[in-house]
């Protein structure tokens, strides 16, 4: 389907974010064309093959000349390399907006460039991932009833922001408005600490002296609470380090709680430790009775260990 | 079906497990007859309802009075107070065994017991639950592939041993054997460690100033993370305070990694983070390859957020 509101997309960096964006825009007829970008000229060759993109080119400068919105989708650290080059050859271009799950960074060298570049960019975020990666993961339905936020500056180009927002509701997500630092703390709550905390599991039963049988005896409780342990871990890496200050508040929050419940533990507190059981398990259901409703997602098997 | 070598069950305290092994083992014909007391009559009532047990008896007494093996399945602590009883009645049993998820406190209470008391008692724990609870969860199959560990002391009887590993061999579960230290310090790492740092978590975003927002963002990844937060308050404060030693190791042991992944996000140290990560993604990796082999589990859905 090609229609007079389609628009030529360009994806700089061709991963499971990338390949689904261009996925679902080009199924809703959003996008009538679909040219990337990666570093890695097989990844461009298997993004070809499966369809995911119409053309691949050999650099930024290229791809900026023949499309109408780009969305740089490469991990975090590696998108603030890129974003001076792409601004800077965006002048044809009517939006660029961007994936990655911390906004701040990126945020801050836009600060840098010249008004009428910066002003292009819509810093954006979708909720929603998997620990698969890779364009051969992606999913023309990845974003289907999942919220994307995007952090637009004051002086953002209204056209622009409209772009972004309608790219997003192409890809059946739900759109949403927020701060920078708002999207930067909230993140470091419900994904970045609990995803240190998985990788810090598993550090900590890797390294146990016990740890053959430890990972023999684990069970699905294990498995589903070390999943996102699972995720890539430059992509990771690049987000601890670009949420540093948010990050670490959260961990340090969550040491603070995690020590009263070891002191209860060490006290014998059974009325404390059950209290805080069962709080946590109301907020929890709460949390999974809406996140269920509203995304139509199935409960899990529930193998617990 | 019935055979000449299938037996009378009792089951003590009608929730997930009890309720299961009562299932499993009357569809595998081991067991002739399902006798079941619990503490609230309507459990009692809806285990008949449901058809997972053909009696319900007012008394351990009488329970014991009727049946060959029981299976005491309370909440940890609750088995510490009726082990006692239950092996003063087991004159005419020939086996009784259990399913805690902590074997050093009934290991503890039968070791006050006579000898031809405790000799009948297999203390055993099955890896395999729900973070659903209740007699209207249990499941003919839920033991099916998962491991049981039982942990004999040097004086249990050879038949009272045979026949607690032949009734999980009928449930479809591996049997293997364990001393009761290394089971509870294996089971806090895989298993308890792992809850606590979940409902320290979701305890943690709950007392958030930013909490409302923080659950309505929170996605995929976050659900699964927590999906052990949803279980039963009063086993898992049982479990804490009954495990209380290898709990608190765990916890420290986990406290000790955490903080260096602390440090180095701190010291924005990329390469020991993505070392880090690595590491646990590859360690992890391998463990779901090996369960979802083992188990025949499908993978879980992968939305992380």
């Known amino acids: 389907m090609q229609s007079a509101d389609s628009f030529r997309i360009g994806i700089v960096g061709l991963g499971l974010i990338g390949g689904s964006v261009a996925l679902a825009a080009r199924r809703s007829g959003w996008a009538s064309r679909v040219i990337a970008w990666d570093q890695n000229a097989d990844v461009l060759a298997r993004g070809r093959t499966l369809g995911v993109i119409d053309e691949a080119v050999a650099d930024i400068p290229t791809l900026m000349a023949q499309v109408d919105v780009v969305v740089l989708a490469t991990p975090t650290r590696a998108g603030e390399q890129l974003l001076p080059d ?3 050859h965006s002048g044809g271009v009517r939006c660029v907006t961007d994936v990655a799950s911390v906004k701040g ?17 819509v810093p954006g975020h979708p909720i929603a991932g998997s620990e698969r990666h890779g364009v051969d993961a992606a999913r023309a339905d990845l974003f289907a009833a999942h919220r994307v936020i995007l952090t637009p500056a004051d002086d953002t180009e209204p056209e622009a922001l ?13 759109v949403v408005y927020m701060s920078v630092e708002d999207h930067d ?4 709550a419900t994904s970045h600490l609990p995803h240190v905390l998985a990788y810090a599991l598993v550090d900590t039963l890797s390294h146990a002296p016990e740890r053959e049988r430890i990972f023999r005896f684990a069970a699905g409780g294990f498995r589903d609470f070390t999943r996102i342990a699972s995720s890539d871990p430059v992509m990771w890496r690049d987000i601890a380090l670009t949420n540093r200050e948010a990050l670490l508040e959260a961990i340090d929050s969550f040491g603070r709680h995690l020590a009263t419940l070891r002191e209860a533990v060490a006290a014998g507190d059974g009325a404390a430790l059950e209290q805080t ?29």
């Open 86 to 88: 792409i601004l800077a």
């Open 105 to 121: 960074s990126l945020r801050d060298v836009a600060a840098t460039l010249p008004h009428e570049q910066r002003a292009r960019f």
């Open 162 to 174: 409209a772009l972004a927002h309608a790219l997003w509701e192409a890809t059946e997500a739900e």
């Open 185 to 188: 703390a909230i993140l470091a």
């Open 277 to 305: 059981f069962r709080d946590a398990k109301a907020s929890r259901d709460q949390f999974v009775q809406e996140f269920e409703a509203r995304t139509g997602k199935r409960p899990l098997s529930s193998d617990v260990g």
